[in-house]
């Protein structure tokens, strides 16, 4: 029987502030990849989160762990707009969790890029890989200005469109500050 057959770990990872984040992870290498998911939208399932295909071809080779952010699936319910720092707290409390002090790789889909990259610029002590899935990019506001109608833009109250309520137009702003500080 193969590591990615039964999780390793399932359970709730403690926040600072006292909420918890649906956390499970397979395998036990020495090296732990976190998949962090795409913007949660509110007609999508808390399925949207996890990636099946990486934990199947990961976690033979290393601790694979995903997590539902907050809002999403089980994990504790938060008010919005909910700033980026929070969402990289929150990724913080996951990694002290799951990892057992070895080598942490962040692989970012769609938003999660954003979450991974702001992350990586914040803590460059405590990443050692970014892998970036069709990511969002920072700077995205300023692209959208320049290239959509006012109507197809991104406003600073789009957290309300999605489950998350993440304030994703303030993320891109401080992602596009935390590129300068990428290891």
Aim: hydrophobic fraction near 40%.
């Amino acid at each position: 029987e193969s590591n990615s057959d039964a999780p390793t770990f399932i359970g709730d990872s403690p926040t600072p502030d006292g909420r918890t984040l649906a956390t499970t992870c397979w395998g036990d290498g020495a090296t732990t990849v976190v998949f962090l998911h795409g913007l949660i939208m509110p007609y999508d399932g808390a399925n949207w989160a996890h990636s099946p295909e990486l934990q199947e071809r990961l976690s033979d080779e290393v601790t694979y762990c995903e997590y539902e952010r907050a809002n999403v699936g089980t994990s504790s319910t938060v008010d919005g707009p909910i700033p980026i720092d929070q969402t990289v707290s929150d990724l913080d409390a996951v990694i002290a969790e799951v990892s057992a002090g070895g080598p942490v790789v962040l692989v970012g889909g769609s938003f999660g890029g954003i979450v991974a990259l702001t992350y990586a610029a914040t803590h460059p002590d405590d990443v050692d890989g970014l892998v970036l899935l069709d990511p969002s990019l920072p700077g995205s506001n300023a692209l959208e200005e320049a290239m959509l109608p006012p109507e197809w833009r991104l406003t600073p109250d789009a957290w309300n469109d999605s489950r998350e309520k993440i304030d994703v137009y303030a993320a891109d702003v401080v992602a596009l500050q935390s590129l300068e500080r990428l290891p």
